[in-house]
């Protein structure tokens, strides 16, 4: 099932490029491909008068759970203030339903374009708009924090660095019962842009994640992956960028065994 996925987003991706050849504009002073990473967090917010649509569906080995994510940016008058919105979809048990959505504020806080060099601390609200008896949710509002830092080592080499954290005050157990939860978060990922069009990944990520199980009772998760993957940027003359990509995490330490096939796609375009 995943190596079929993999062949129809190859496929995808090929007539999305041959659509590029004819509809594109061939200008040499295109900005860089920036704010389209798949598990880590750049530190670049949207331009203004710039909105993105994000989808990642995120398949396991055997296909049978899958998870998909849309994000919606916008900035908030400027590039120093984004405004989002995350709404998961889970497939589990052969039940699939909406998760708990994120509605995002982040901060501009430090952005050198020259150097790619760029700080950009988030803050997030979790709404309870999951199933807990499903496992898509916590029934309880959730308080998220990270910072982004990205650093430009090479015109054609970039890092990103993310840290955060999640605390749930009043997280309900399946079975009846709530208790506190805290979750942290780590990654970094390092970006090959070959060529403007073409960029090659490797991400990073760790998490240590708390489960309500019963009343004032939780137990802790931790998974880590690595994934290489990797990205296109397919300009139109309307201003429409599309960044299609695809990477495979791979997990190791907690994580050892698993594998996964991610497919992300993104539509950025001026308003």
């Known amino acids: 099932m995943i190596r ?28 860089p491909v920036r704010d389209n990473s798949f598990l880590i967090e750049e530190a670049y917010n949207q331009e203004a008068r710039v909105v993105q649509h994000i989808s990642v569906l995120s398949l396991t080995r055997r296909a049978s759970d899958w998870e998909y994510g849309f994000t919606q940016e916008w900035p908030a008058g400027s590039q120093r203030h984004q405004l989002s919105v995350t709404v998961p979809v889970v497939h589990v048990a052969d039940a699939t339903g909406v998760g708990d959505v994120a509605v995002n504020y982040r901060y501009q806080l430090a952005f050198d374009d020259a150097t790619g ?23 309880s509002l959730g308080l998220q924090v990270n910072l982004p830092a990205s650093w430009g080592l090479h015109e054609t080499f970039v890092t990103h660095w993310n840290l955060g954290g999640a605390w749930t005050p009043s997280a309900r157990a399946p079975g009846g019962g709530r208790v506190a939860t805290r979750d942290l978060t780590a990654g970094a990922s390092a970006i090959w842009m070959a060529k403007r069009e073409l960029n090659f990944m490797l991400e990073v990520v760790w998490a240590r994640e708390e489960l309500a199980v019963a009343a004032d009772t939780r137990a802790a998760e931790e998974s880590a992956w690595v994934s290489p993957g ?4 397919i300009d139109f003359a309307s201003g429409l960028q599309i960044v299609p990509g695809l990477a495979f995490p791979i997990g190791f330490g907690p994580s050892d065994g698993e594998r996964r096939v991610l497919a992300y796609l993104s539509f950025e375009h001026g308003f």
């Open 4 to 31: 079929r996925s993999a062949l129809v987003l190859a496929a995808l991706a090929l007539s999305v490029a041959t659509a590029h050849s004819q509809a594109a504009i061939p200008t040499p002073s295109k900005p």
């Open 117 to 139: 060099n760029a700080l950009a601390p988030r803050v997030s609200l979790v709404l309870p708009t999951g199933d807990v008896e499903r496992g898509r949710g916590t029934s």
């Open 230 to 233: 990797l990205r296109a940027a």
